[in-house]
């Protein structure tokens, strides 16, 4: 079964310095119908203005992933980190028992272009934990590159949930095919661009969702920037 799921129907906030579009509920966008998908709770779509951000506030039992598309994001969080998250960077942070964390577009003139994405942990009250790794566009080109596991596998950033997150850039007849085990459900967001999934053509913001499948086909891209999330 797939089923599609548009950008135009995500929920959608304005708040001036920040225009977000939520695939997921939260905050004040309700879905019953799209409130996650198996540990997967939110895919927020970010646009923060320059020189704009989210000020100091806490998490805690979640695994967050910053995947920034264009721009600069500066991170800072209460357990003594601070990094900045460029395109190619995958950022993964373990709230467990408590984290404080302001995110900050450093730009002066340009905005900056994220997904924040909550996936929810198998266990919890962990100590809070941070990891970034860096995965250039070479290593995705044309295939999906494992960028975040339960197991750190392939040099991925490590999450504590039995769920897997590949990245893969797609153009012309550039192709991947993935075999999905038995009793695994599939997440695919398309963070730009164009790509047909098992046929079905998605654009930019758009996704779909993929139970009681075999394997998923990629191809026909146009520019485009996939997310592909294995999931219990």
Known sequence: MLELRKASERGYADHGWLRSFHSFSFA????PQHVQF???RVINEDRVAPGKGFGTHSHRDMEIISYVLEGRLAHKDSIGTGSIIEPGDVQRMSAGT?????EFNPSSDQPVHFLQIWIQPGETGIPPSYEQKRFDADSKRGRLR???SRDGRDASVTIHQDASLYAGLFDGTERAVQTVRAGRKVYVHVARGRIDVNGQTLDAGDAAKLIGVSEI??????????LVFDLV
Do not use: F, M, R, W
């Open 28 to 31: 004040d966008y309700y879905d």
């Open 38 to 40: 198996g540990a997967l």
């Open 98 to 102: 408590g984290v404080k964390h302001s």
């Open 146 to 148: 494992l960028v975040a």
């Open 217 to 226: 086909t990629l191809n026909g891209g146009h520019a485009a920037e996939v």
